[in-house]
């Protein structure tokens, strides 16, 4: 995916001006998402920065492997705010700052990237406390018109990388809970005391300590895991304005295998979200934790009805869609995996809601964003699927010269195969090919009865 700039973003006499790419908004000319000052400006400043720092960072490297370029951050406009979201450049670490107090002299629903040049940084990181800043996202008519005599057409691309992550980040995040919880201080003390570097595939998890958290080498009852827990360090300039921070994740016991989590940092006005992938060796693009729902039968057409209803929801209602549309909350849900896949929806742990992101995506973009599900479809048809004799919830799958066998839970997305894939991963990457088969299979006959 292309995007060009029309100018670079700068600061001015008249406040920080971020260029767009152009985003999606029902206009003709570049879009005008937002106009108006901000509350705290040192603190906005600094939460732009972190997520520009998150979009330029990696923090793993496989040998051999060239470390992509830094990456222009997502920015959402909504009635409630403003969302910057980015990845770090291994995938396995997503930022987001929430800006909610605001002061808009115009504000319109739109979704675009924005360019974090560096003389834009650099201007940024002087902004002190007091200075009142303005900031436009994207230019009206006459400031366009004067920028046409020096016009700076830079090329980005958000990749279906990020694409991905996006889909995967949320749907991951939607099961997590409340878990942990610190003052300002405490969380200070905690962030700077995480170690530079760890072992690419050692997992730390954080436990309750004397007003903090310490890390631990073991999982126990209410512990969080914190693999990589270097990818935290971005957060040490925001940590003068902290006021809170929360953590999210599953529930955790002495058994517990390395899991995602998220830590959310409140700010005066705004706060800062990071989700961590399980291992910092593994981004969230290649999780593979919504292929279920999306290898659902009715979930694409079901997603064309949500798309249709909503527009910018900065909280999307599951019941109130459920409404409008007929389907049950359940279909909702899977529609809305459909629109997350191709980063359409996202999800805010404070919230405990889903939010619309409409990226401008090429609709073909899915296949090739879940290669498993395109494999899925070649296993239909040439029929590779069969059920086993008197047995409801088990199937062999034909695969090259091999019979697979799969079972799947009747009434949750439980699954197993005696595939390689299976053995190696479980369910902790989602469901192989065989397993996506033969779910479409049973799903396709129960729709034909």
């Known amino acids: 995916m292309h995007y060009s700039y029309t100018h670079p973003s700068a600061v001015t006499d008249q406040g920080l001006q971020l260029a767009t790419s152009g985003g999606t908004l029902d206009r003709v000319d570049e879009p005008h998402f937002f106009s108006g000052f901000v509350e705290n400006p040192h603190i906005v400043a600094r939460g732009v920065l972190t997520v520009a720092d998150y979009a330029a960072k990696r923090f793993y490297t496989p040998v051999d492997t060239a470390a992509i370029a830094a990456l222009d951050p997502v920015v959402t406009s909504t009635p409630e705010g403003l969302r910057f979201e980015s990845f770090s450049g291994c995938c396995s670490a997503y930022a987001r700052l929430d800006v909610t107090d605001l002061d808009a002299q115009s504000q319109q629903s739109g979704v675009t990237n924005v360019d974090i040049n560096l003389p ?65 201080p405490e969380t200070t003390k905690f962030i700077t005391s995480l170690p530079g570097t760890s072992s690419p595939k050692s997992a730390m998890w954080a436990t309750p300590a004397l007003r903090s958290l310490r890390l631990a080498s073991k999982p126990s009852n209410g512990a969080v895991c914190l693999a990589g827990p270097e990818r935290l360090k971005p957060l040490i300039p925001l940590l003068p304005y902290v006021t809170k921070l929360t953590t999210y994740s599953t529930e955790s016991d002495a058994t517990s295998q390395p899991k995602s989590s998220a830590w959310v940092f409140e700010l005066s006005g705004a706060r800062f979200t990071v989700v961590i992938s399980p291992a910092k060796t593994r981004g969230f693009s290649g999780e593979g934790a919504l292929l279920m729902s999306l290898n659902n039968p009715h979930a694409a057409d079901d997603a064309d009805l949500v798309s249709a209803v909503l527009a910018f929801d900065p909280r999307i209602d599951i019941r109130r869609l459920a409404a409008e549309t007929g389907l049950t909350p359940n279909r909702v849900k899977d529609a809305l995996q459909v629109l997350a896949s191709t980063g359409q929806v996202g999800y805010d742990l404070t919230l405990g809601a889903y939010f619309h992101r409409p990226l401008p995506l090429d609709p073909d973009v899915v296949g090739k964003l879940n290669p498993r599900l395109a494999n899925t479809e070649e296993l239909l048809a040439r029929n590779a699927v069969s059920p086993l004799a008197g047995q409801d919830d088990g199937f062999t799958v034909r695969s090259g010269s091999n019979d697979y066998t799969v079972r799947l839970d009747h009434d949750t997305y439980a699954f197993a195969c005696t595939c390689f894939w299976f053995a190696k991963h479980k369910d902790s990457r989602g469901p192989c090919k065989h397993v996506l088969a033969a779910q479409a299979f049973r799903e396709t006959a129960r729709v034909e009865l």
């Open 120 to 184: 834009l940084r650099e201007a940024l990181t002087a902004i002190t406390p007091g200075s009142p800043l303005h900031l436009t996202i994207a230019d009206d008519a006459l400031h366009v018109t004067t920028m046409d005599t020096a016009l700076d057409e830079k090329k980005v691309d958000l990749p279906l990388r990020w694409v991905k992550g996006l889909a995967e980040s949320q749907h991951i995040s939607a099961a997590m809970t409340k878990q942990l919880e610190l003052t300002g």
